[in-house]
């Protein structure tokens, strides 16, 4: 049976509903029209096993639709396909994903994917692809640009998600505020609290509340009290 229509088979309405007003789908909204069809993501991990395989002109066309779980299900089938792949399916995969990337076009789209695949091929290569990137007027690939870097924070490689992180603190998208943070918290969970201190300390006055306090949650009250108020612990 062909993926869409087992996927509109597992469709709850009530569920879709939730979804457009969690994923904010109101006009103005960033997710402004798109559909959903109420499948919970352990489910539709499930769905997608024996899709594992799907050719990319398939694929494709997934990530052309406006419902957002054929999208999804575009992006972790791609996940998968790098992960089990060989060098040069996963370079396929890669570019597959960045030529694709404008499509790839809600929050959670990018952070169940970006590491996996931008992040992994790109270890221990040239990241100008990734400020490439961060200078995007497409908050998508900006937040791919961000997100990417969890994949060498995890590998105690702090570099690059600092300097993506300084191309991108003044952004004014709330979604990338939230994002630069987080992998700022990751970097002191991660690799070095005193390297995320260092970098706050002499950042912490040009990024937004949002940024800066998504990168201190994990501080102590009295220092996130004082970096809150924009003072130099």
């Known amino acids: 049976m ?4 087992v996927l509109a088979s597992h469709a709850s309405p009530a569920k879709a509903e939730m979804l457009k007003k969690f994923f904010k789908t109101g006009k103005g909204q960033y997710a ?20 594992s395989s799907l ?9 052309k639709s406006p419902v957002h779980e054929q999208r999804l ?21 890669y570019k597959f994903y960045l030529k694709n990337a404008h499509r790839i076009n809600n929050w959670n789209l990018v952070d169940c994917s970006a590491h996996h695949i931008v992040g992994a091929h790109l270890s221990g290569k040239d990241k100008a692809v990734l400020e490439r990137l961060a200078a995007s007027e ?30 991108l603190l003044a952004d004014e998208h709330d979604l990338m505020r939230k994002a630069v943070g987080w992998m700022l918290r990751e ?19 040009a990024m937004s509340r949002t940024t ?13 009290r004082t970096f809150l108020k924009g003072e130099c612990p």
Do not use: Y
């Open 212 to 224: 800066l306090r998504c990168a201190i949650e994990h501080f102590p009250p009295q220092q996130r």
């Open 138 to 167: 497409v908050l998508w690939e900006r937040r791919i640009a961000m997100v990417a870097t969890w994949h060498d924070i995890q590998k105690g490689r702090r570099e690059p998600a600092l300097t993506i992180a300084r191309l």
């Open 32 to 51: 402004h029209g798109e559909q959903f069809l109420g499948i919970p993501v352990p489910i539709l991990r499930r769905i997608l096993k024996p899709f």
């Open 187 to 205: 970097v002191g969970k991660r690799v070095s609290v005193s390297v995320l201190q260092d970098f706050l300390k002499q950042h912490h006055q």
């Open 55 to 63: 050719a990319f002109n398939h694929i494709d066309t997934l990530l």
């Open 2 to 5: 062909h993926l869409c229509k």
């Open 73 to 93: 299900s575009a992006v972790l089938i791609l996940v998968g396909q790098f992960k089990t792949g060989d060098d040069q399916k996963r370079s396929k995969v």
